[in-house]
């Protein structure tokens, strides 16, 4: 009987696994099949060869718009992060009340729509815009452009990508032990240099995760470069649109898909090997 | 003679409840003194005045005639182990030493020599490129003692440092530390509810209770002469007996169960009908089958003997008062539960607490 016993607890239990199968099949039929057709179109497309992807490699107008990507998920990452430290170091230091306060803030624009937020940012900075009429207003005859260009798209991917970040610094943050404050200062350190060798090296992880966060995120923006940003300055997920809608060649489409997909996963993977990625989502 | 730290009138109040009631301190340089009682008693509060992170609502702490008050944390130069010891954990245990010099401005070569030979003293040579999550926790903590006594502090505050440590190598960082201290000569405050860590490595003991120091002495003192009942209770085992001054001159008291007591001489001066509390420690207590001649003798009903090998505590009562003796492992044969004995004491071992 002791035996049997045994045999039933070495067999692994299967339940958590048969609870997650009407998930795996979900993403199977929705997810990797489709995904799985690209890959193929991406090669057949529309003849069996790897053209596609040598054009997307070597052609100078792909090789444009994945450096222009590149460049501006890097400003927006950088930008989120300038405005997210201070924000969420002001959060961890405030009452309960007013920590909740900003935190409510901070969320809201995370349940309005994607395309409300983005028509918003267009009313705001349109030619008829209240922004424009303050700056004819105060007196300089010319108003700069807004819209359209690389200001008015990074500056609406900030708005949506800054909860992000500083939700991974926020909950950093809260988990450091303030003994090891008092220590640092018991040792004589105060003001920039507490900062920069002890607190910011113990807030590192959560800069490390949201900025790979809102990178990785911003390398696939479709909406919001296509209708706020200069049609000069193309991101990957618009040129695929494009791609696709207008010229039909799906193939080409595909190329591209396949190589934004191979990027993240390459960043993701090295990110995972230095940190773990379970760390990702706090 | 003028102290090295000194403690004037120091009170803190939070809202209504009051965690220190006035407290006067004075502490001598290279002194190590222990801060005992139990959680609540206002001994960490007055550790945390000291070092600065809380402010006294009235009072003043002085070091070497100097005030304190107006200085801010990293200003005072005091070095403090915290319980958990509060290591950096992206530091190594060399660069968590270093820390202090590199805020003093003291340049790497010289810096990582002078952390290197903390780290030696602590004996942890060898360990400096470890990160404090590779270390023990002994070594965690002789890491935090090298950190709080490199830059030379002026004050040395241990907040129960040896707390979260197992039972063998608690005894092993109590010689530790104390060699460590008696090596540069620091004045340390050490912060414990454990009492024999207290006796074990103190010049002196300060007991706190309810926020106010109810004994300053030397742990022989504070053992053997504590002047009041809670010190009595809270250091070592007690039999405390309520009685009543019925002879000041001969030193004689009366108990309810036990009859006439005459106790130890004391500095305490009495009239009769004055209710005292009389100590005995139950290791001053002999026990036998028959009344010893010379001594104050006592029936007693033995109920539990709890054996510990080299020596055995037998609890009884005398009367309704109840009694414990501490005796000799090999002595406790004579005497089994349930049984009958005399317990008996010499007048020099009832000490006299005033109330």
């Keep these: ?282 | 003679m003028q102290s090295y730290l000194q403690l004037n009138g120091v009170t803190k109040t939070f809202g209504d409840f009051t965690a220190l009631q006035k407290v006067d301190l004075a502490i001598d340089k290279g002194e190590f003194v222990t801060f005992l009682g139990p959680s609540g008693s206002g001994k960490t509060t007055t550790l945390m005045i000291i070092a600065g992170f809380e402010k006294a609502t009235c009072g003043d702490v002085l070091v070497e005639g100097r005030s304190l008050s107006g200085l801010a944390p990293h200003e005072r130069n005091i070095g403090i182990v915290f319980q958990n010891y509060a290591l950096f954990p992206h530091k190594t245990a060399l660069e968590n030493v270093y820390f202090p010099l590199q805020m003093r401005g003291v340049k790497h070569p010289v810096g990582l020599k002078n952390a290197a030979d903390m780290l030696e003293l602590v004996g942890l040579k060898g360990f400096g490129h470890r990160y404090p999550k590779e270390l023990s926790g002994g070594q965690q903590q002789r890491v935090a003692l090298a950190r709080a006594l490199v830059f030379e502090p002026s004050l040395l505050l241990l907040d129960e440092p040896l707390g979260a440590l197992d039972k063998n190598l608690r005894e092993q960082m109590q010689i530790e530390i104390k060699r460590i201290q008696r090596a540069l000569g620091v004045t340390t405050i050490f912060v414990t509810h454990d009492q024999t860590e207290a006796m074990s490595m103190s010049d002196r003991i300060v007991v706190f209770e309810k926020g106010s120091i109810q004994q300053v002495a030397t742990p022989l003192e504070v053992y053997h002469k504590p002047r009041t009942r809670f010190v009595a209770g809270f250091i070592g085992e007690s039999n405390i007996i309520e009685a009543t001054v019925v002879d000041p001159a001969a030193r004689k008291a009366t108990a309810e169960h036990i009859g006439e007591i005459e106790y130890a001489p004391s500095e305490f001066s009495l009239h009769k009908g004055t209710p005292v509390t009389l100590i005995i420690r139950p290791e001053h207590i002999r026990l036998s089958r028959d009344p010893k001649k010379g001594r104050h003798n006592a029936r007693m009903k033995v109920e539990t003997i709890v054996n510990y090998g080299d020596n055995a505590l037998v609890i009884g009562r005398v009367g309704e008062q109840s009694m414990r003796v501490r005796v000799l492992g090999a002595d406790v044969v004579i005497i089994k539960e349930g049984e009958d004995c005399h317990v008996s004491w010499t007048p020099d071992s009832v000490y006299m607490i005033a109330k």
């Design chain 1, 1 to 282: 009987m002791g035996a049997t016993i045994a045999k039933l607890a070495e067999r692994p239990n299967l339940w958590p696994w048969l609870l997650l199968t009407p998930l795996a099949i979900y993403l199977a039929i929705f997810f990797l099949v489709p995904l799985v057709n690209v890959a193929i179109m991406s090669v057949t497309e529309p003849r069996l060869t790897l053209a596609n992807y040598e054009r997307v490699l070597v052609g100078a107008l792909y090789q444009r718009v994945f450096l222009n990507t590149f460049l501006t998920a890097g400003l927006v990452t950088l930008a989120c992060l300038l405005v997210a430290y201070p924000l969420a170091y002001l959060m961890n230091h405030s009452s309960q009340r007013t920590a909740m306060m900003i935190l409510l803030l901070v969320t809201m624009s995370f349940w309005t729509s994607f395309l409300v937020r983005t028509y918003a940012w267009m009313v705001l900075l349109g030619n008829n815009g209240p922004i424009i009429a303050f700056i004819k207003a105060i007196g300089i005859e010319i108003p700069p452009q807004l819209l359209f260009t690389r200001f008015s798209s990074t500056l609406a991917m900030v708005h949506i990508l800054a909860p992000y970040m500083i939700m991974n610094i926020y909950s950093v943050m809260r988990k450091i032990d303030p003994v090891l404050i008092r220590s640092a200062e018991s040792l004589g350190a105060r003001g920039f240099a507490l900062f920069r060798h002890v607190y910011l090296p113990l807030t590192a992880p959560g800069i490390a995760n949201g900025c790979v966060l809102v990178f990785v995120i911003c390398l696939g923006f479709y909406v919001t470069p296509v209708l706020l940003g200069s049609p000069r300055e193309q991101m990957i997920a618009g040129l695929i649109g494009t791609q696709i809608e207008e010229f039909l060649a799906f193939g080409m489409g595909s190329a591209m898909a396949m190589v934004l997909l191979a990027v993240t996963l390459a960043i993701l993977a090295i990110y995972h090997r230095r940190f773990g990625l379970d760390k990702l989502w706090g």
